[in-house]
């Protein structure tokens, strides 16, 4: 052990000083001097002191690291030094009264001032305000041999800057999710009133399980009234490459300053370097204020255009142009980061296949029906026109998957197309799945219009089926174990996976309980701490608001009988977010008891005033598993009851060590000890029956989580495992029934009739025109295609029938002869017309002008009469298409649905999409109340479809009511109203209502 070198006594107190003595005084005189300064009234400032014997004195040299791995330093013994700062040094410390392994930073220099040493302990101060799972959490302040020390949770990953320094810069994904976490502390700290202003990578460290953790707030200044004679000093302090121009110079500083500095950073993580660097600080300074920086992507083009834009947003010169909060830029960040996502089940990738086929082919077929491809040559059309459409179609997925991840189809149902690691997948991998999945149509269209196959050959069906048997080819390989990937997805190395739900938590006011921002007169010693109002007793002991004077927080202490045994060395080191942090504690004849950290918040138990919803609900659920398995594992589980949980303002749950202080005094079945899965049941029932939830609404919580609540309340709940993980599976499902997702069921059964309507409406020009131009033939043909005319028609005279005929044959010869013709969709219903006119041909081969012109003399009454039909029926000819097509469609969509309401109960549609439907008890209806609520449904299109079929009929099977296109539009109003009641209540639509059924998440 070194000896310390005294220089004299402490002017003030009269103790002995060591050679470093800052200012002149010893170190508990310093923070006596700081505890003067941040309250003032006390009359003494209670410390963990270690300088009682020269035993412990130590000799702290000016420039070098003062203590050395393996020498006794107080009650600690000190490990490797983990950093050097400007004020002090971190070494890596056993506390070995505890055994404890912590952080201990260490005043490095001489404290020059009484600014000094308010920032020292001020960086204590602000940062033991602030316990959050991404902040370095302060256990304490003491002297140590004359030296101020601040003791505080060790992070034994390291800094985020020597992680780049030995790894180089990180992948994309990897450093958004680290500025995520670094994000969440200081939006954690915000909420308490501070900002950083030296956010740096230094400064975030990586826990042991890879989340990273805020600390050194040496530089912190708190935006509340107390500390606001540390805000405006108007001197630069920080780390100029990464501060921003407005701390530069000095100005008044908001959040939006150290929003800058969290871009910085990420600017260093993906590049290895800050965004500006000058060999002296009058350069630097003047690069960052003036100049732009150069964009990340310069030197790493695999970053993603869109995170280079939000790193610069943040980099912005003025404040007004960066993100506003941080709330802000973690939602301009999440889509970067690395995610958990389901992988996406193989019905709703087809069900966004079929969104994709439909949105694809509609273009081609408006603009075939625009421009009477469809109705004049046909549905095939020109080679080059099919060829086109296929090559569209790859266009398609190619640029919207590269862009936005996902086609039009995918983003509907909420699908995303990732790398294996979970990020967006770069423009390579969409070119390889793009060229593996669409092999069939690069192939044929490549072909056709290179000349060496003719679209025109090759049937339609034979195409269609052909496409669609290589493209479930492609799916053989699909399992479960390889997240459903099918051959394109292995290629290319990409996955679909669903789009995750993120859950936030409210930051809530604290209620009131008698922890006293400053210690009452009189109140009791614990050690370094006051005490102060009892907030429970028991025979067990008490809890003690307590106080501590240097780092101005509130703690709670917990006393215990004489002969309690101290707690064990794994609850001591426990730094989890789900338990609370142990300060210190002390076993002797004379005292017992722990101090622990006092959250802000509420006990479980007092919740009674409003109700919970279930997205606030599963959030603590998960928080309780979670800490409940992590206990498990190491055997740090508390007694279990409820009275022992408790909510933290920012939401998030805490299982307490001993009851929860400010609730009533629970009853027994809220003491019992229960075991880890009857605790989660436990804790879902209370927050559920709270705020008159009871009986609980169907819609309160999607259907999984009915069920699993269920399965945990029996008397052989599953284990504690199994419940967790499907615990964590179902709060990650959406909470509520979005109307994008509602729209969903109802597009895809409106699509088809929506789609033949408009089609036929842009196609009726066209249709006008062919009538126009062959609507005398055709009504010819359709007079002799009759094997028996009526009674009065002229057509039974056989020299009337033959003059009909020759006038066909020698007017529209050269029309029948054309295949074009007969291959025109509008022909397609009148195939056997082309028996009867092929007949003509043969027995007219030759016909002259002046055969001609007498057949037209001969059969002038009908060719009049048929003028003036045609004439007058084009409406109502046009009434008739319309009705029929959308009878048709209508029909097929009615029949699919109902067929599909018996098979699926709710829709087989709706469970693809995670949607259920469900009776006021919350369970999903049965076949009979499924097949009810369909017809309720389609109950205008249902009785429509029943006015056609006893209306007339056009050639025996074409219904022709009166006013058919009233009748039309009638029926697709009242669908449309009924589809408007439902996006507008996604939960209950009118026919919800009418059949008492309510429309909840699966």
């Not at 009988?561 to 942090?581: C, D, H, M, N, Q």
């Not at 559920?688 to 709940?717: E, H, K, Q, W, Y």
């Not at 729209?743 to 062919?770: D, H």
């Not at 081969?845 to 003036?868: D, G, H, N, Q, Y």
């Amino acid at each position: 052990m070194r000896d310390v070198h005294t220089l004299g006594k402490c002017p003030q107190c009269g103790r002995p000083l060591s050679q470093d003595a800052p200012e002149g005084l010893c170190a508990r005189c310093v923070l006596k001097g700081v505890e003067d300064l941040s309250a003032g009234g006390l009359d003494e400032a209670p410390t963990l002191s270690s300088a009682d014997g020269a035993a412990r004195g130590r000799h702290l040299a000016e420039n070098a690291s003062r203590l050395t791995p393996g020498e006794i330093w107080g009650p600690y013994r000190i490990g490797r030094l983990l950093g050097k700062g400007g004020m002090g040094e971190v070494y890596e410390a056993e506390h070995m009264e505890t055994g404890r392994r912590l952080a201990l930073k260490v005043l490095r220099s001489r404290l020059e001032n009484a600014d000094d040493r308010a920032r020292f302990l001020r960086e204590g101060q602000l940062a033991a305000s602030v316990s959050h799972p991404h902040t370095v959490y302060i256990f304490g302040s003491e002297e140590i041999a004359g030296a101020p020390v601040i003791s505080m949770e060790l992070v034994p990953g390291g800094a985020l800057k020597d992680r780049v320094a030995t790894e180089g810069p990180l992948a994309p994904v990897e450093a958004v999710s680290a500025v995520l976490g670094i994000i969440g502390g200081l939006d954690a700290a915000q909420a308490a009133g501070i900002l950083h202003r030296d956010i740096k990578p230094s400064n975030c460290f990586i826990d042991s399980d890879g989340s990273i953790k805020v600390g050194d707030f040496g530089l912190s200044i708190s935006t509340l009234a107390r500390d606001v004679r540390h805000e405006l000093d108007g001197v630069f302090q920080g780390t100029p490459q990464f501060a921003s121009p407005e701390q530069l110079r000095g100005e008044p500083l908001d959040v939006r300053a150290d929003i800058y500095a969290v871009g910085a950073t990420l600017y260093y993580l993906l590049t290895g370097q800050p965004p500006f660097d000058a060999p002296d600080l009058h350069t630097l300074a003047g690069r960052v204020m003036n100049e732009q920086p150069q964009s990340p992507r310069v030197g790493r083009p695999e970053i993603p255009a869109g995170l280079a834009a939000v790193v610069m947003q943040c980099l912005a010169k003025t404040p007004a142009d960066r993100p506003s909060s941080y709330a802000a830029l973690a939602d301009a960040l999440r889509p970067y980061a690395l995610q958990q996502r389901q992988p996406a089940p193989p019905g709703l990738r087809i069900l966004a296949g079929m969104f994709d086929s439909i949105l694809t082919a509609a273009p081609v077929s408006i603009w075939f029906a625009w421009t009477g491809d469809v109705m004049i040559r046909g549905s095939a059309g020109p080679a080059a026109s099919a060829a086109w459409a296929w090559l569209v179609n790859v266009a398609y997925y190619f640029f919207l998957e590269g862009l936005w991840g996902a086609s039009l189809g995918k983003r509907l149902v909420g699908l995303r197309v990732l790398n294996r690691d979970g990020a967006r997948a770069s423009w390579r991998s969409i070119a390889a799945r793009t060229a593996v999945f669409h092999f069939p149509n690069l192939l044929l269209g490549g072909a056709t219009l290179g000349g060496f196959l003719m679209a025109d050959t090759m049937p339609a069906f034979l195409r269609a089926t052909g496409t669609l048997g290589l493209v479930t080819a492609l799916f053989l390989t699909a399992r479960r174990s390889n997240g459903w990937a099918g051959i394109h997805d292995l290629v290319s190395g990409t996955r679909v996976a669903s789009r995750s739900t993120a859950a936030s938590r409210r930051l809530g006011a604290s209620p009131h309980l008698p922890l006293a921002a400053q210690p009452m007169a009189g109140g009791g010693r614990y050690g370094p701490f006051v005490g102060g109002p009892v907030l429970w007793e028991s025979n067990d002991g008490r809890l003690i608001a307590g106080f501590d004077p240097i780092l101005r927080r509130p703690v709670w202490i917990r006393t215990a009988p004489p002969g309690t045994p101290p707690i064990s060395s794994v609850r001591r080191e426990l730094s989890r977010s789900g338990r609370l942090f142990w300060l210190t504690g002390r076993r002797s004849a004379s005292e017992n008891w722990d101090a622990f950290e006092a959250p802000g918040g509420e006990a479980l138990l007092t919740r009674t005033r409003t109700a919970v919803e279930w997205p606030t609900l599963k959030l603590w659920l998960v928080d309780l598993a979670n800490e409940l398995a992590a206990g498990a594992r190491d055997g740090s589980t508390p007694a279990l009851a409820l009275d022992r949980l408790w909510i933290r303002n920012d939401g998030r749950l805490v299982l307490l060590d001993f009851p929860a202080p400010g609730a009533s005094k629970p009853d027994e079945a809220h003491r019992a000890d229960l075991t880890p899965v009857a605790l989660l049941s436990a804790a879902a029932a209370h927050a559920i029956s709270t705020g008159g939830n009871l009986p609980m609404r169907p819609d309160f919580m999607p259907l999984s989580a009915r069920t699993l609540l269920d399965r945990l309340s029996r008397l052989s709940p599953p284990p504690l495992d199994d419940a967790r993980a499907e615990l964590v599976r179902v709060a990650g499902l959406p909470d509520r029934v979005r109307r994008r997702r509602r729209s969903l069921p109802i597009a895809l059964a409106s699509l088809p009739t929506a789609f033949i309507l408009g089609v036929a409406l842009l196609a009726l020009p066209a249709f006008f025109g062919f009538m126009r131009q062959n609507g005398e033939l055709l009504e010819l043909l359709g007079a002799l295609n009759q094997p028996n005319p009526p009674a009065q028609s002229r057509l039974r005279d056989p020299a009337i029938r033959d003059a009909m005929e020759t006038y066909v044959a020698g007017r529209y010869g050269g029309v029948l002869n054309n295949d074009a013709f007969w291959d025109a969709a509008i022909m397609q219903g009148l195939q056997p017309m082309r028996r009867t006119a092929e007949q003509i041909l043969a027995r007219h081969s030759s016909v002259s002008a002046e055969e001609l012109e007498r057949a037209s003399a001969i059969i002038a009454p009908e060719l009049a009469r048929m003028s003036r039909r045609r004439s007058d029926d084009f409406a109502q000819v046009a009434g008739v298409i319309l009705v029929a097509l959308a009878a048709l469609s209508l029909l097929i969509a009615v029949g699919c649905s109902l067929l599909a309401s018996i098979l699926v109960p709710g829709g087989a549609v709706a469970k693809l999409l995670g949607l259920a439907v469900v009776t006021r008890d919350g369970r999903e209806v049965r076949r009979g109340r499924s097949l009810v609520r369909a017809i309720a449904a389609w109950l205008p299109a249902i009785v429509w479809l029943a006015y056609l079929a006893a209306s007339p009929k056009v050639q025996g099977w074409v219904p022709a009511p009166g006013s058919p296109l009233a009748g039309l539009s009638l029926v697709l109003s009242a669908m449309a109203i009924g589809a408007i009641c439902a996006l507008a209540s996604p939960n209950r639509g009118l026919h919800d209502r009418l059949t008492g059924t309510w429309v909840i998440p699966r």
